[in-house]
């Protein structure tokens, strides 16, 4: 059974950092595409970054490239995604999410993005950040 854990969300005032972890268990091979995804209340869910396991690539949306990064570390199985000048609009509650049976980064660029290409989604961990 695959499973994803999202964990090291908090709060944090305007301008500091979180890292924010996401194990994967179940699933054994690298051939999967990995994505953070944040939704606040009142807002659709939108994609933040994402990583084909297999590979080297990242991927982010545009508005966030330069403050946040994603990262693997494929011993651990566990995908991590750091945060820097977090603003208040980076509230949210952030998922991570997994689409199995990817053997490419270009399959992973290609489907990042979109939600309905995840087939499994951790159950969230919840961002706060003052002003």
């Known amino acids: 059974q695959v499973q994803l854990v999202e964990s090291g969300g908090g709060s944090v005032q305007a301008g500091g950092s979180l890292r924010l972890s996401c194990a994967l268990s179940?699933?054994?091979?690298?051939?999967?595409?990995m994505g953070w995804f944040r939704q606040a209340p009142g807002k659709e869910r939108e994609g933040v970054a994402a990583?084909?396991?297999?590979?080297?690539?990242?991927y982010y949306d545009d508005s966030m490239k330069g403050r946040f990064a994603i990262s693997r570390d494929n011993a651990k199985n566990t995908v991590y995604l750091q945060m820097n000048s977090l603003k208040p609009d980076d509230a949210a509650m952030y998922y991570c999410?997994?689409?199995?049976?990817?053997?490419?980064?270009?399959?992973?660029?290609?489907?990042?993005?979109?939600?309905?290409?995840?087939?499994?989604w951790g159950q969230g961990t919840q961002v706060t950040v003052s002003s």
């Open positions: 990583i084909f396991a297999g590979g080297a690539t990242t």
């Open positions: 999410a997994a689409i199995v049976d990817v053997y490419s980064d270009l399959n992973c660029r290609a489907r990042w993005g979109t939600t309905a290409e995840y087939n499994y």
């Open positions: 179940g699933y054994t091979s690298r051939s999967y595409c």
